[in-house]
């Protein structure tokens, strides 16, 4: 994609004219995405077991993508879970925290940014950036709690009889409403099946798992603050249903950038690597 | 290790130390921690030295003068802290969700039942969960004394009755530690040495604040929890505080551009590498809301003196839980300490499922968001395991947004 269709003209003016990478190795996928010659080119793949393998995998697979070698690397920036394992011995690197990577992307894909709701595969988060440069100015995680997380969700899907695909799109046919009443991911699952046994459909089933973990979500973003314009990141971005019970329960619609937001964290670790390439870090 | 010392010392004086990596000071205090070990203690237990567990804190000079060494809670958990949490779960059936110290705790407690350290001092205003724990040591064959108290908020609330009440207890310890009568002169003899000691740690916490990175956080844990309980040897505390008060002055006098996030700790971080995670982010513990240093009267009556520092202590907010301060003091502690040091942002810590520390960290996280100043609430627990890589990158984001 060109770099002005996906940033706009004024952020792209600001960057050099070097080709950057920024790798997010998160807990269940890993991203990549390559800013140069005018162009993003992004890549995914499962996270494997060596992170620096699949960030290996991840910046060949761009390299080739974009038509330039690694020589023309001017930097590389890390982050996600994985973040610690990578190094590079001949292009300068860094290791960013994927907090200050997802606002930094969310700020690029869309100016106006000012609220970030990132779930992952095994954390939710709230980030409030400041929408003049895409800088964190507050942020809030849930790291104990597993509800309402890509892992989460992938249990409920295999559950219902659907892949993690379908399990969002089908809840959207749901006519019945039904609570799930447990907060807690072990209980939730008993419930889910209590509910199959009941004769419940998976679709309601599945809306019902949407909104509880809306719930849980829109309660920990209510602690930041809740500016529009929102942007919803991260791997269960993708999934309509959460989407869609969290938009109802917050009351403002979420911002859709140009490009799929599971590459924000991947997208700002590539623009702070511009911005590290530009203040002489390299 | 006074030989190791003195070589060093010598050293110190030819040649600046320009890190923590050649300093004689921090070396000698990792000695001197590692002397105050569960097991050293309880060798010298074996060997006929009083013992006991508990009054490490404002009431150590007393315990100091019946000559008994006090030991800390926190070797409890130092060590096989996993185990003794597995006994606290399977045995005494405490809930998994519970505080990991307390589990610790009443774990290890009972595992070493046969040992020869049984005698315990608790004060009645601290933590209620461990008032339960010596409760069950006690069916572990534990000599338990809880020493009563009264409580005063406020400094205008501290009673002459009062006084005398927790003088009258005091001096009920001392008989229970003894077999007779406390020795008040000997009381204020370890008044006056701890004074003294809390003199020298104040300086160097001053001194401290402007290098911050010289003496990482562990090692500063260290001296805050030797400026109670001196590491059963004052003496050699002492002489390791003068050591580090040495080299922070000779930093002074090579002034360095700060490099660093000046950052207010609230609390302690049970883990080591939380506190590696703050400094290789870029912060710097520029301020440490903890223990106190305030000094003792000399002025007054040895026990009365104690009686006063406990309830002034409970006033402001010093010590915290251990002396029953509430829950409310704190965040003015902190909000002092952030003018003082010019901080950029709080990292506000708790144990996990700590009822008190909880609440505390809310009151603290609604104040500072009205003061506009960024906080970071952490939680962690007591094992030596490092900690999950949420919580390192929860610390490294908010250096991050400070930066």
């Known amino acids: ?282 | 290790m006074g030989e190791v010392l003195e070589r060093s010392r010598r050293k110190t004086s030819r040649r600046r130390p320009r890190t923590a990596a050649d300093s004689a000071g921090l070396a000698a205090l990792q000695t001197l921690a590692e002397s105050y070990s569960y097991a050293n203690i309880q060798r010298e237990a074996a060997a006929g030295q009083s013992v006991l567990w508990g009054g490490w804190s404002w009431d150590s000079p007393l315990i100091y003068a019946c000559d008994t060494i006090p030991l800390g809670y926190d070797q409890l958990w130092y060590d096989d802290s996993r185990k003794s949490e597995a006994i606290a779960e399977d045995h005494f059936q405490v809930p998994g969700e519970f505080c990991s110290m307390i589990k610790a705790m009443i774990g290890r407690l009972h595992s070493d039942r046969d040992n020869n350290i049984k005698r315990i001092l608790h004060f009645g205003s601290g933590c209620e969960p461990i008032s339960s724990v010596l409760e069950l040591a006690k069916r572990d064959g534990y000599d338990v004394e809880t020493l009563d108290t009264v409580t005063a908020f406020r400094t205008a609330e501290k009673r002459a009755s009062g006084i005398a009440f927790l003088v009258s207890e005091l001096r009920r310890i001392g008989f229970w530690l003894t077999g007779h009568p406390v020795d008040e002169e000997r009381v204020a003899d370890e008044i006056r040495r701890k004074n003294l000691l809390l003199t020298k740690v104040e300086t160097l916490l001053d001194l401290r604040a402007r290098h911050p990175l010289y003496i990482p956080g562990i090692q500063t844990k260290q001296i805050f929890m030797g400026a109670m309980h001196m590491f059963g040897n004052p003496e050699q505390f002492g002489i390791v505080l003068d050591t580090l008060i040495a080299e922070l002055r000779a930093l002074d006098r090579h002034p360095e551009p700060a490099n660093y996030i000046p950052l207010v700790l609230a609390g302690s971080v049970g883990n080591q590498r939380l506190f590696q995670a703050i400094e290789e982010s870029g912060g710097g513990i520029a301020g440490w809301v903890y223990h106190g240093t305030q000094k003792y009267d000399e002025t007054l009556p040895p026990l009365e003196s104690l009686a006063h520092f406990v309830l002034d202590a409970q006033a402001r907010g010093d010590l915290g839980e251990a002396v029953g301060a509430s829950v409310a003091y704190r965040r003015i502690l902190v909000e002092e300490e952030v003018r003082k040091t010019g901080a950029r942002g709080i990292i506000s810590s708790s144990i996990i499922g700590c009822p008190y520390a909880s609440l505390m960290q809310q009151l603290e996280r609604d104040h500072f968001s009205k003061l506009g100043i960024p906080l970071i609430a952490l939680e962690t627990d007591v094992h030596r395991e490092p900690p999950t890589e949420e919580q390192i990158m929860r610390v490294k984001a908010f250096v991050e947004m400070l930066s």
Request: glycine share 10%.
């Open chain 1, 1 to 282: 994609m060109k770099a002005n269709d996906v940033f706009g003209d004024d952020l792209v003016a600001t960057l050099p004219q070097i080709t950057t990478i920024g790798v997010d190795i998160g807990s269940r996928q890993a991203k990549a995405a390559l800013i140069g010659g005018g162009s993003v080119h992004t890549a995914i793949t499962a996270s494997g077991v060596d992170s620096q393998e699949t960030a290996d995998r991840l910046v060949n697979r761009l390299l080739r993508q974009a038509g330039v070698t690694r020589d023309d690397l001017g930097f590389v920036v890390g982050t996600g879970y994985g973040r610690i394992a990578l190094s590079y011995e001949d292009v300068p690197t860094t290791i960013v925290t994927e907090i200050s990577c997802h606002a930094m992307g969310a700020h690029a894909l869309n100016r106006g940014t000012r609220t970030i709701i990132d779930i992952g595969g095994q954390d939710a988060k709230a980030i409030r950036v400041d929408p003049e440069n895409g800088r964190v100015i507050e942020f809030i995680m849930n790291d104990k709690c597993a509800a309402g997380t890509g892992r989460f969700l992938e249990r409920i899907a295999e559950l219902l009889g659907y892949t993690l695909e379908e399990l969002g799109e089908r809840s959207l046919e749901s006519d019945k409403k039904i609570d799930i009443s447990s907060q807690c991911v072990v209980f939730a699952e008993s419930e889910v099946i209590s509910l199959k046994a009941k004769g419940e459909r998976p679709q309601d089933i599945a809306a019902a798992i949407h909104l509880a973990s809306a719930r849980r979500v829109r309660n920990l973003v209510n602690r930041l603050g809740l500016d529009p314009e929102i942007v919803f990141c991260g791997g269960v971005s993708n999934n309509l249903g959460m989407k869609q019970a969290l938009e109802s329960l917050v009351g403002h619609p979420f911002t859709t950038p140009k490009l799929d937001m599971v590459y924000a964290g991947a997208v700002g670790a590539a623009v702070l690597a511009q911005r590290h390439y530009q203040a002489g870090h390299a």
